[in-house]
């Protein structure tokens, strides 16, 4: 089994973009400790520098050589992927959202039907050719459920160097789509911005508040993480990491995803122009289990990260949730709690999935089946096998 060691440098640039740049550490600097962010990672973060503590700072980080990598700049095709299923409505808005963008380079939409029953895919066949040219396909992504497998499978039938990816029941504001592509000029992957005001009402918002993706970078307490519903990914970079781990199957795939591409020595950008409007579910019972999927989603990914650096909670923290949990409690008056009964409902649904992911034992990451979805995106990028290209894989 490889040891579990990365060196992480951070920057900003004045282009209000963050960019995180990994690689694997082992052969550079070895005998470093084998968690050597432990606490202080957060400090690197808000600071954008390594903490002086940390042993790997005496060496000097490779730089990614762009170049070498024979990356058309800008794209020359990119390609918008939307994984749906039974999204019959709200994919009216979403696909005028989409042919209505500002971008003027060559582009195709690529919809991932995910076994759809209500006649999504049917009137997504029956759209015209847009004026522009612009290419509308559908494809069938119904014989295994979830947005990672959906995603993987419009990936895999797309034509595009730079793949974006968005979801169905969202809305991609005009300048969405020129904005990840002006980014991904300088990064492998950009994640944009979300806003929930204008799709939800403010009683869906007051049980689940949307976080910006710019706070959850600050924020970050291991390394950035990029919304599935809205982020661009050079197609190399996509394919050598096997784009999104399927076996995620609710919840948990977007972090997975971001912090092994980081970890394999690729760079995660953040830029506020790309803004898509996020729907939350309206659904009291539906948004209690999601969060519930949340919680067992964050046990799973601490068990395979947690080595590589990320921190667990600590006595402190889970004594707090403890406490969160009993005072607002909603047989208190509402007056007293100062918290919307579904959101806290939520939140312990959350807390429970935690506990149940925790106590739950997670096999080794195994390497992508050659013939799978998975597989046959590693194969396009000459790498079918378990190899440096994810280090969080382990050979069977």
Not at 175 to 200: H, K, M, P, Q, R
Not at 321 to 333: F, G, S
Request: hydrophobic letters at 40%.
């Amino acid at each position: 089994m490889r040891a579990s060691r990365s060196a992480i440098r951070l920057e900003a640039t004045s282009r209000n973009i963050w960019v995180t740049s990994v690689t694997a550490a082992e052969r550079l600097f070895p005998g470093s400790p084998k968690r050597p962010w432990g606490r202080c990672f957060p400090r690197a973060c808000n600071s954008g520098v390594l903490p002086s503590d940390s042993s790997i700072v005496s060496g000097k980080m490779p730089e990614v050589d762009h170049a070498a990598r024979g990356r058309p700049m800008p794209p020359q095709l990119v390609s918008v992927i939307v994984p749906f299923l039974n999204t019959r409505v709200p994919i009216e808005e979403q696909v005028r959202a989409l042919l209505a963008q500002d971008y003027a380079g060559p582009r195709e939409l690529v919809f991932a039907d995910n076994g759809s029953t209500d006649g999504t895919a049917e009137y997504l066949r029956d759209l015209p050719t847009p004026p522009d040219g612009t290419t509308i396909r559908v494809v069938d992504a119904s014989d295994q459920r979830g947005a990672a497998h959906a995603r993987n499978v419009g990936a895999l039938h797309s034509r595009g160097d730079l793949l974006v990816f968005v979801d169905a029941d969202d809305v991609a504001h005009p300048t969405w789509l020129s904005g990840i592509v002006a980014a991904a000029d300088n990064y492998d992957a950009v994640a944009g911005e979300l806003e929930g005001e204008s799709l939800n009402s403010p009683e869906v918002l007051a049980w689940r508040p949307v976080t910006t993706i710019r706070e959850s970078f600050e924020r970050a307490r291991f390394l950035p993480c990029a919304p599935g519903g809205n982020v661009g990914v050079r197609r190399d970079a996509f394919c050598a990491i096997g784009g999104f781990d399927e076996s995620y199957r609710i919840a948990g795939e977007e972090p997975d995803f971001a912090w092994r591409l980081q970890l394999a020595g690729y760079t995660l950008g953040y830029t506020p122009e790309a803004v898509v409007s996020y729907r939350l579910r309206d659904s009291r019972r539906k948004l209690v289990r999601r969060l519930h999927a949340f919680g067992i989603a964050e046990a799973r990914t601490y068990a395979e990260f947690r080595d590589y650096g990320l921190p667990g909670w600590t006595p402190l923290e889970i004594a707090m949730a403890a406490l969160y949990v009993i005072t607002r409690n909603p047989l208190l008056p509402q007056a007293v709690t100062k918290l919307d009964r579904t959101r806290w409902a939520s939140e312990v649904a959350f807390f429970a999935g935690r506990l149940r992911g925790t106590v739950r034992r997670w096999p080794p990451r195994p390497a992508p089946h050659p013939e799978s979805v998975r597989g046959r995106l590693r194969a396009q990028y000459g790498c079918p096998g378990a190899d440096e290209s994810d280090p969080t894989e382990r050979s069977a």
